[in-house]
C-alpha cells in the first residue's frame, strides 16, 4: 500500500524451492499478492511428505 493509502500492483517474480505443503502454500501466497511465482521440486512430483501419507496411513488412522 502507498502513503497515501492506495494498492498498486506488484511487478516481479520470485523463486520458491521445494514442492512441498509450505513451498506450494508459499507460491499461492505470493501469487495472489501480485508476484509471478517460479516453483521448482527436485523430485518428480510436487507434495513432499504429503504426497506419501496415503501410503504411511493407508486408513486414514494415526492412532492417536
Known sequence: M???G???PL???V???GGGIAGMQSALDLA???YYVYLVEKEAS???VMAQL???F???DCAM
Open 46 to 48: 510436487i507434495g513432499g
Open 2 to 4: 502507498n502513503s497515501n
Open 58 to 60: 493407508p486408513t486414514n
Open 6 to 8: 492506495t494498492s498498486t
Open 11 to 13: 511487478i516481479g517474480s
Open 32 to 34: 495472489e499478492m501480485g
Open 15 to 17: 523463486l520458491v524451492v
Open 54 to 56: 496415503d501410503k504411511t
